[in-house]
């Protein structure tokens, strides 16, 4: 509900992050949104739907960005300081229009005027359509790290693709998941600008003409679509610096082919133009089983074509709007430019940049490739062996001639140098080798991205650690300065002040300012008050509220009626077999069991949520959804166990339900095989929102432990990755866990004889038979040990003071992991950029 209108003497001693209403601010915005509303929308109030009035504000609110914008832009241009282009084929931005309040400190009064004209906020911002353009955590990364370089005040720019249908709906029917399509854009976008002056063509196909004279080959009958630019205002944190994100569409080059037309031939006159602009149509799921797929490579190359375009075009243009002789000397181009690879998707731009220097500029090869190297560094994601993204020769051959050329001379002159190190060591220069020959001659895109690098970074301290010792420890050997760990962080803007804001005005409230909020680690202070009993009570209080808040939403949407003084037990991420959600289940079932075995135990009441989604072709995942859905049914619908257990699946998991699940959390599931996950994001917005973890010592957690002041407020189970892969070694046998542990037993052999699907009894049979034969991500050895952490969980919970300091010490430990801190880290030892200090004046009109 909006909130009711503060006497002038409650504003004054209000401290909030969401500002102070003015009379003044109120009255403008008042008439702006009419303004907007008849003149924009072209509706009065007898008319207007509620849409109207959501678009009505975000235009409003956009009018307070445009000034900033521009002058942002203006003043990186006088001041011509190096920049960051961040190149994502993802960027998982959810909604827009409460952020960009928060970021400019007018939520207040927003709030007000919207009251003062009958009008509900919270109404209207569940009116935006989340921007899903990314399937998870490295999309949302993305997303975070914008926000951070624009409080920062760093000259950065996002460079993606305007996808017209985002991450798919996910709909759960019968115990299912069925796609639907997101079409996110069917009621226009009202924070983006079309920019039709700056379309770039990027080609296609074509062949290779060798000049007699000799020189470089010429690419020619190339297949033209233009890539055409829609930027999204990025505004920092109450600094007045405001970013952009340009993201590629994909056009036709011409309307119609008018030979055809003129015969009459109408639907041949358009479908060049459907083809092309097909590039652009659609985010791929994220199944790790993409590198074969054509459009999928076409859309790598889209976007790193049209963004190293268009970043050369201003690094070639002066401030006074001519070319600069002085800027036009390319020598000076990692003096000016700094390029960020989100992972191996925007890889292509090494060889791009080649080309592009080579070709075009007529550079020298080893002038062009000292440029490039410096240039680029590349964000490493993932240790899985089938994520490492490799893409067939033949395929790069037909598509992109030119760059497979250049592949190859890259790789040439690569692997002399290893040969040169390592003189007749065959065996490591196949490993090394950019181009592999087995099962199929393919190019690995990871090792042209640490080729064409001068910085190679994993994103948490153990994933940094394991890519060095095993995955690329050729490379570290060969050049060990190249490796770098940024551990990853979120923004606490987003992750705090928009999605809980009421835990946000508490901390403002005991540490005096809302400084922290651009120093996370000034929540290192709260620790004085974790015993404090007024200031648990607080906290308890909060999160008691956003309980009751999610528990009306999971009422309303799924019809589940759930105990708000139960542990509301969370694991939220994509569904992937090493993420471990079947252990999650394996862990519901056993209580299930415990509860009919013993119905006056004194259980302490638990609801278990998993949300996320399984990609389409991705049976396995889809069958732990199926799977959890079912256990769910028939736990929720017996009386025994249901006042002690209850199972939710959080369907269409994205980042508007995620600012409403977060804040409501008690118990953070992070317990992925020690070894497989890079680092996670989810785990950190949980700690900074008084969620306490049970996890594997796997990625990030590792840190957040080590953050920590009391070990004991973290529930660590499992094997480290020496003991993963010490079992391995030794040959693990899941079907010896299985036989020694009755209860384990138990479990699976219910879902072995169809407890939980009895009219099809078959129906998970895969499931157990993988589990006991193959159990690949190693959950039955770890099952004990995480039921025993589970058990300590229970107890502490019983104790609501005990986990009242819980989970004060985890917001208090939660500092170190602001994205904030990354991108300075970034900054500073990868980019070589320093923010912009100058301050910039607020915009009152802009000339």
């Known amino acids: 509900m909006s909130a009711k209108p503060l006497s002038d003497e409650d504003k004054k001693k209000q401290i909030s992050v969401r500002g102070i209403a003015q009379v003044e601010d109120i009255s403008g915005i008042k008439e702006a949104f009419n303004r907007h509303l008849h003149y924009t929308q072209a509706k009065d109030r007898k008319v207007a739907t509620e849409r109207d009035y959501f678009f009505s504000l975000c235009y409003t609110v956009r009018e307070k960005l445009v000034g900033r914008w521009i002058r942002t832009q203006q003043h990186y241009y006088e001041k011509d300081p190096k920049r960051v282009y961040y190149l994502s084929l993802e960027f998982y931005m959810g909604r827009t229009l409460t952020n960009t309040m928060a970021n400019l400190g007018m939520q207040s009064q927003v709030d007000e005027a919207l009251y003062q004209m009958g009008l509900e906020l919270e109404t209207l911002e569940e009116k935006e359509e989340d921007a899903g353009l990314g399937n998870g955590g490295l999309g949302r990364l993305a997303a975070c790290f914008l926000d951070s370089m624009a409080t920062l005040g760093l000259a950065a720019y996002g460079y993606g693709i305007r996808y017209d249908y985002g991450i798919f709906t996910q709909k759960i029917f019968n115990d299912e998941q069925h796609e639907e399509t997101d079409d996110w854009l069917k009621f226009g976008n009202p924070w983006e600008i079309a920019r039709p002056e700056y379309q770039i063509p990027v080609h296609f196909y074509g062949k290779l003409h060798y000049p007699k004279e000799g020189g470089a080959p010429q690419w020619v009958d190339t297949e033209v679509v233009m890539a055409m630019p829609y930027d999204t205002p990025i505004p920092g944190f109450r600094n007045n610096y405001v970013n952009t994100l340009r993201l590629w569409s994909a056009k036709a080059p011409t309307a119609f082919h008018l030979s055809s037309f003129n015969v009459g031939d109408y639907l041949n006159a358009v479908c060049d133009r459907n083809l092309a602009e097909n590039i652009s149509r659609v985010l791929y799921p994220n199944d790790n089983f993409i590198e074969g797929k054509e459009l999928r490579l076409k859309q790598e190359y889209f976007l790193v074509a049209a963004s190293l375009q268009d970043l050369l075009r201003r690094f070639k243009v002066s401030k006074f709007g001519t070319l600069d002789k002085s800027r036009v000397d390319l020598s000076k181009l990692p003096d000016k430019v700094a390029i960020q690879l989100n992972d191996t998707h925007p890889s292509l731009a090494i060889p791009e940049m080649m080309r592009i220097l080579v070709d075009i500029e007529g550079m020298s090869w080893d002038d062009a490739w000292s440029l490039t190297q410096r240039c680029m560094a590349y964000t490493n994601h993932t240790v899985l062996p089938e994520a490492l993204e490799r893409w067939s020769v033949k395929m790069l051959e037909f598509l992109l001639p030119r760059h497979l050329n250049i592949i190859y001379e890259i790789n040439q002159r690569f692997m002399d140098k290893v040969a040169q190190k390592w003189p007749g060591d065959f065996p490591r220069m196949g490993r090394m080798s950019i181009v592999e020959e087995l099962p199929e001659k393919r190019i690995n895109m990871a090792h042209l991205s640490i080729v064409g690098s001068h910085a190679i970074n994993g994103v948490a301290a153990l994933h940094s650690e394991i890519i060095k010792e095993t995955v690329f420890k050729d490379f570290f050997d060969m050049e060990p300065e190249k490796f770098q760990n940024k551990t990853n962080g979120i923004t606490p803007r987003r992750w705090l002040v928009l999605c809980n804001p009421s835990l946000a005005d508490l901390i403002v409230e005991k540490l005096g300012s809302d400084d922290w909020l651009t120093d996370l680690s000034q929540l290192r202070k709260l620790e004085q008050w974790a015993e404090d009993p007024q200031f648990l009570m607080a906290v308890s209080r909060v999160k008691n509220e956003n309980k009751q808040r999610l528990a009306h939403y999971i009422e309303k949407e799924y019809g589940i009626k759930v105990d708000c003084h139960s542990l509301f037990d969370c694991q939220v991420k994509r569904i992937h077999e090493y993420k471990r959600q079947l252990m999650n289940i394996l862990h519901a079932i056993t209580l299930y069991n415990r509860i009919k075995a013993n119905p006056n135990a004194n259980i302490v009441p638990r609801t278990i949520m998993i949300g996320?989604?399984?990609?389409?072709?991705?049976?396995?995942?889809?069958?732990?959804?199926?799977?959890?859905?079912?256990?769910?049914?028939?736990?929720?619908?017996?009386?025994?166990?249901?006042?002690?257990?209850?199972?939710?699946?959080?369907?269409?998991?994205?980042?508007?339900?995620?600012?409403?699940?977060?804040?409501?959390?008690?118990?953070?599931?992070?317990?992925?095989?020690?070894?497989?996950?890079?680092?996670?994001?989810?785990?950190?917005?949980?700690?900074?929102?008084?969620?306490?973890?049970?996890?594997?010592?796997?990625?990030?957690?590792?840190?957040?432990?080590?953050?920590?002041?009391?070990?004991?407020?973290?529930?660590?189970?499992?094997?480290?990755?020496?003991?993963?892969?010490?079992?391995?070694?030794?040959?693990?046998?899941?079907?010896?866990?299985?036989?020694?542990?009755?209860?384990?037993?138990?479990?699976?052999?219910?879902?072995?004889?169809?407890?939980?699907?009895?009219?099809?009894?078959?129906?998970?049979?895969?499931?157990?038979?993988?589990?006991?034969?193959?159990?690949?991500?190693?959950?039955?050895?770890?099952?004990?040990?995480?039921?025993?952490?589970?058990?300590?969980?229970?107890?502490?919970?019983?104790?609501?003071?005990?986990?009242?300091?819980?989970?004060?010490?985890?917001?208090?430990?939660?500092?170190?992991?602001?994205?904030?801190?990354?991108?300075?880290?970034?900054?500073?030892?990868?980019?070589?950029?320093?923010?912009?200090?100058?301050?910039?004046?607020?915009?009152?009109?802009?000339?």
């Open 612 to 847: 996320g989604k399984a990609a389409p072709g991705y049976w396995t995942a889809k069958q732990i959804i199926n799977l959890f859905c079912r256990v769910a049914r028939v736990v929720n619908s017996d009386p025994m166990v249901n006042t002690k257990l209850k199972m939710v699946f959080l369907e269409n998991y994205r980042v508007s339900l995620a600012e409403k699940v977060i804040p409501a959390v008690d118990l953070s599931e992070q317990i992925s095989t020690a070894g497989t996950e890079a680092s996670g994001t989810g785990n950190m917005k949980f700690m900074l929102n008084g969620a306490v973890t049970i996890g594997t010592l796997d990625g990030a957690n590792v840190e957040m432990l080590e953050e920590l002041t009391n070990k004991e407020d973290m529930f660590i189970f499992g094997m480290k990755v020496n003991e993963v892969e010490a079992l391995k070694k030794k040959g693990y046998n899941p079907y010896s866990f299985y036989q020694a542990d009755p209860e384990l037993k138990c479990v699976c052999d219910m879902i072995r004889d169809g407890y939980f699907n009895r009219e099809n009894p078959d129906l998970f049979k895969g499931i157990y038979s993988n589990l006991v034969n193959h159990d690949h991500y190693m959950l039955l050895a770890d099952y004990k040990a995480y039921i025993a952490a589970q058990d300590r969980v229970a107890r502490h919970y019983a104790s609501p003071t005990r986990w009242a300091q819980m989970a004060v010490m985890n917001i208090a430990a939660s500092g170190k992991f602001s994205s904030d801190r990354t991108i300075t880290d970034y900054a500073q030892e990868i980019w070589d950029v320093k923010p912009c200090k100058d301050i910039l004046p607020e915009p009152h009109q802009t000339k």
